[in-house]
């Protein structure tokens, strides 16, 4: 064998190698490395702002396919409005005021508090926690400052009565979803 003709192999086989290596690489990255964690920020595609709760089933940026958002914030409904800033108290940026005069929810405030959710049995299950202990979703990197409750936000829909990862920075009094997802009730109510 030439020389030439053994380099020509030679480089052959590192090519070969190489692009193996890279295809196993991408695959890796594809399905090894999770997209988020209960906490991490997610979005509803174009959904449109709720005045409480909303849960979207697929949401491919999140391990679980779920991402809340779950507050339940009233936008005044008193008021004929020409701008934002009317549509929220001091220093708030909660709701917009929007082309028929009237406040609703603001997409921005939607996505800020909108984050990766799992379905859960306990508040232990909500545990942001990865390998080694390490945070899945750093501090900074999340909306949530008071930690995760498992909690039922939805009384319709797929997800009726079923327990998920929810901030409690905000939870409102959830009484009466629990009581119509109680043992019993749950069956009357989901159907």
Same mark, same amino acid.
């Given at each position: 064998?030439?020389?030439?003709?053994?380099?020509?192999?030679?480089?052959?086989?590192?090519?070969?190698?190489?692009?193996?290596?890279?295809?196993?690489?991408? *695959?890796?990255?594809?399905?090894?490395?999770?997209?988020?964690?209960?906490? *991490?920020?997610?979005?509803?595609?174009?959904?449109?702002?709720?005045? *409480?709760?909303?849960?979207? #089933?697929?949401?491919?940026? $999140?391990?679980?396919?779920?991402? @809340?958002?779950?507050?339940?914030?009233?936008?005044?409904?008193?008021?004929? $409005?020409?701008?934002?800033?009317?549509? /929220?108290?001091?220093?708030?940026?909660? #709701?917009?005021?929007?082309?028929?005069?009237?406040?609703?929810?603001? /997409?921005?405030?939607?996505?800020?508090?909108?984050? $990766?959710?799992?379905?859960?049995?306990?508040?232990?299950?909500?545990?942001?926690?990865?390998? #080694?202990?390490?945070?899945?979703?750093?501090?900074?990197?999340?909306?949530?400052?008071?930690?995760?409750?498992?909690?039922?936000?939805?009384?319709?829909?797929?997800?009726?009565?079923?327990?998920?990862?929810?901030?409690?920075?905000?939870?409102?009094?959830?009484?009466? @979803?629990?009581?119509?997802? *109680?043992?019993?009730?749950?069956?009357?109510?989901?159907?």
């Amino acid at each position: 064998m030439t020389a030439a003709r053994a380099h020509k192999s030679l480089l052959s086989v590192v090519q070969s190698t190489v692009a193996k290596a890279t295809l196993a690489l991408a *695959a890796l990255t594809m399905t090894g490395c999770p997209n988020g964690d209960v906490g *991490a920020p997610c979005n509803h595609g174009g959904a449109s702002p709720p005045s *409480a709760f909303l849960v979207t #089933f697929p949401a491919l940026s $999140c391990n679980d396919l779920l991402c @809340i958002y779950g507050e339940a914030r009233e936008a005044p409904d008193d008021i004929t $409005c020409t701008n934002d800033a009317e549509c /929220n108290d001091p220093g708030e940026n909660v #709701f917009a005021c929007d082309e028929d005069g009237e406040c609703s929810l603001s /997409n921005t405030y939607l996505l800020e508090r909108s984050m $990766c959710s799992k379905k859960c049995s306990s508040d232990g299950d909500c545990n942001n926690s990865g390998a #080694f202990d390490k945070p899945a979703v750093p501090d900074d990197e999340t909306a949530c400052q008071e930690g995760f409750k498992c909690v039922v936000l939805q009384t319709v829909g797929d997800f009726c009565c079923e327990s998920t990862c929810v901030c409690a920075d905000d939870l409102p009094d959830l009484t009466d @979803i629990a009581n119509k997802c *109680a043992p019993g009730a749950k069956e009357a109510t989901c159907n």
